[in-house]
């Protein structure tokens, strides 16, 4: 017997996140995401994707009590796709097939009831850059915002039916690696013009690289395949909560006299020191962590986003530009490594740059589906 308890106090609220801590406790590479990064998911003050969709959380307990599973299910009006499609995630499940397959025909039922015709997961009830798709590869440390999962949990979605909608690859390389003779020499070139310049982002002029990296990444990114514009208000609101993380060494941005044409943007992995905190970020937390940030090395560093406007694409300004930013950075930083969030197998073009840049796959993580009618063709996702 199985016992479905919905979310809604305060201890079921805290069970929610201490389950995956008892579960993970003797696995060296979980390292507990904050507290509150999950519970702004769940809090329509905090979660926009409230205005246009609903979600509910799920405990699955035994006949003893205990805590066996647990899951997100969600719906999602921005989430077009070719069926009316739902979402589950933040899902957690002892190693038996039976009660995985509780849950999800639970969440299937809830969608249904709600006019969904397939379900999606483990994804998030917000956007693809937190706690979206499975480790299926590489089950090493997570970066900040990236799930992590036991390896059964793939037989646990693919023997319920789920496949693979599509890969999500992850890619790394060392920092002091040897950089392609092609970027050298396109730094020589480029480094030759005198209306080509590289400038670090700097934090007391983040209204200008803000402005900057919405021009760039709407040339880039924006008109290609599911890309969606940004808006500078956005992207600086964005750049203001990211200020007490960022390193002024490593996101680099490209001008052509004063017009911005490219830009590499990175993060330190601020998992390196969340991993002592335990998922928890109050006063002693935060003291600690400004403690932790100051005084351990953090020796990666996370590629958010790269991007070269079309009209200087093919022309060597992405190799000017990561060999001018990997020389400052190897003098000025303790970084050893860097890796990339994860590329979707349906973006050939990114994934041709990540190789590019001699990097190896670090790991894999997929986000499946499930179709509700099993007489439908299941489809991909189509290549961008």
Not at 39 to 50: S, Y
Not at 130 to 135: I, S
Not at 151 to 158: H, Q, S, V
Not at 177 to 197: C, G, L, Q, Y
Request: aromatic letters at 16%; hydrophobic letters at 35%; a positive charge.
């Amino acid at each position: 017997m199985i016992i479905v308890e919905e979310v809604h106090n305060k201890v079921q609220k805290k069970e929610f996140l201490e389950f995956p801590a008892r579960l993970y406790q003797h696995d060296q590479n979980y390292i507990r995401p904050r507290n509150i990064d999950i519970e702004d998911v769940f809090n329509p003050q905090k979660n926009k994707f409230f205005k246009s969709g609903e979600c509910s959380r799920f405990l699955f307990k035994n006949k003893y009590n205990e805590t066996i599973g647990k899951v997100a299910v969600f719906i999602n009006e921005t989430y077009h796709q070719k069926q009316p499609t739902g979402g589950l995630g933040f899902f957690d499940c002892i190693n038996n097939q039976e009660t995985a397959s509780f849950i999800f025909d639970h969440c299937k039922k809830w969608l249904q009831q709600r006019g969904m015709e397939a379900m999606d997961g483990p994804i998030n009830f917000g956007e693809r850059d937190k706690f979206w798709g499975l480790v299926i590869e590489g089950y090493i440390e997570p970066l900040f915002g990236m799930n992590y999962n036991f390896p059964y949990y793939k037989d646990l979605f693919e023997n319920y039916g789920f496949n693979i909608y599509f890969e999500q690859l992850c890619f790394s390389r060392p920092i002091f690696a040897e950089v392609s003779r092609v970027f050298k020499v396109m730094h020589a070139k480029h480094t030759k013009n005198p209306d080509i310049s590289a400038k670090p982002m700097t934090k007391n002029n983040l209204e200008k690289f803000a402005k900057d990296f919405t021009e760039v990444y709407n040339k880039a990114w924006a008109a290609h395949g599911e890309g969606k514009c940004l808006d500078e208000f956005k992207t600086l609101k964005m750049f203001k909560t990211m200020k007490p993380i960022i390193n002024e060494h490593i996101s680099w941005f490209v001008y052509e006299k004063e017009k911005p044409i490219a830009m590499w943007m990175n993060l330190p992995d601020t998992n390196q020191w969340l991993k002592y905190l335990n998922g928890k970020f109050g006063i002693w937390e935060k003291l600690k962590f400004l403690w932790i940030k100051k005084f351990k090395k953090n020796e990666k560093m996370i590629g958010l986003v790269f991007g070269v406007v079309p009209e200087w694409q093919k022309k060597g300004i992405e190799g000017y530009m990561i060999w001018e930013g990997t020389q400052h950075l190897r003098k000025h930083t303790d970084f050893k490594v860097t890796e990339m969030q994860w590329i979707g197998d349906f973006n050939p073009k990114m994934i041709k740059i990540a190789e590019n840049l001699d990097t190896t796959m670090t790991r894999k993580l997929a986000t499946y589906r499930y179709l509700f009618d099993k007489n439908k063709e299941f489809e991909r996702h189509s290549e961008l």
